[in-house]
């Protein structure tokens, strides 16, 4: 469903998850966005998410140096909200994103222990940067970049949870 009214467009989305081990589960979403001009557009969106464990998670056997599957895991829940705004004209596409998630219940790997689940919740934030140009009808160059900040309730830095990422592409 996508509501247009004049240059602001809402979209509202309700889905509802249903696992044959974790029973139903509804998460939502809310995304809009605002066109300033015929290139600059202002987006913002506030969602909730659940994920099950995988079966990998859930049951994978013990490969030498420690246990993997915990049959004991229970699905994660998260809240997040993005701001940013896109840029677009004939040859450059570029966008800007502030972003937070908070997951309850995350599942981590830790060596000797394998898959865990903490109780408390994580906090991620960060920033994303995309940008493309085309040079001509077949050819583009792409750059994208992301900034984390992945803490656990003790603000440490998550483990496995990169800081940067970026990717250069022709």
């Known amino acids: 469903l996508n509501l247009m009214i ?4 809402l979209e509202p989305s309700l889905r509802i ?15 809009s966005s605002y066109t300033l001009d015929d290139h600059w557009k202002l987006r913002i969106s506030n969602s909730t998410g659940y994920r099950t464990p995988s079966n990998y998670e859930l ?7 420690g246990p993997i599957g915990n049959k004991n895991l229970q699905p994660e829940e998260s ?6 705004f896109n840029y677009l ?3 450059i596409e570029f966008s800007f994103n502030l972003f937070k998630t908070e997951i309850d219940n995350i ?14 919740q994580t906090t991620s934030q960060g920033i994303e940067l995309n940008y493309s140009y085309a040079i001509n009808q077949d050819e583009s160059f ?3 970049s992301s900034w984390t900040d992945a803490r656990d309730i003790n603000d440490n830095q998550l483990l496995r949870v990169p800081k940067t990422i970026s990717r250069l592409s022709y």
Request: aromatic content about 18%.
């Open 6 to 9: 004049g240059k602001l467009s």
């Open 17 to 31: 998850d249903r696992h044959s081990s974790f029973g139903s589960y509804p998460t939502f979403a809310l995304s």
């Open 59 to 65: 049951f994978a056997p013990d490969v030498g140096y």
């Open 79 to 84: 809240k997040s909200a993005e701001i940013g």
């Open 89 to 91: 004209n004939n040859k």
């Open 107 to 120: 599942i981590l790997w830790e060596y000797g222990l394998g898959n865990i689940q903490t109780e408390y």
């Open 142 to 144: 792409y750059l994208q």
